[in-house]
Nanobody
């Protein structure tokens, strides 16, 4: 089992920034690829960004490329999502996920999930 706890969400004005954190415990964090997803009201959950266990590969959804940056600190068992130039359409609950495979974590297949953190961007 991997336990994931997200933090860092909140209310921000359009154009502002937030940094989300996801702290992991339970299994060896450095073995897992990590991803951030989001789900807005009335919409399906979508993959936002992912990072391989080795920090050598990353993935970004087209909607966030150039604005969001995923990173990890294996010594702290934490993955981050730096979100800049936020837009109202970024408003959603953001979840982190873990899987041994980056391909699987991007899809969210059989992944471990956190409870989510709310991000609200006002116009």
């Amino acid at each position: 089992q991997v336990q994931l706890v997200e933090s860092g969400g909140g209310l921000v004005q359009a154009g502002g920034s937030l940094r989300l954190s996801c702290a992991a415990s339970g299994r060896t964090f450095s073995n897992y690829a990590m991803a951030w997803f989001r789900q807005a009201p009335g919409k399906e959950r979508e993959s936002v960004a992912a990072i391989s266990w080795s920090d050598t590969s990353t993935y970004y959804a087209d909607s966030v490329k150039g604005r969001f940056t995923i990173s990890r600190d294996n010594a702290k068992n934490t993955v981050y999502l730096q979100m800049n130039s936020l837009k109202p359409e970024d408003t959603a609950v953001y979840y982190c996920a873990a899987h041994l495979s980056i391909r699987a974590v991007v899809r969210g297949t059989n992944a471990y999930w956190g409870q989510g953190t709310q991000v609200t961007v006002s116009s």
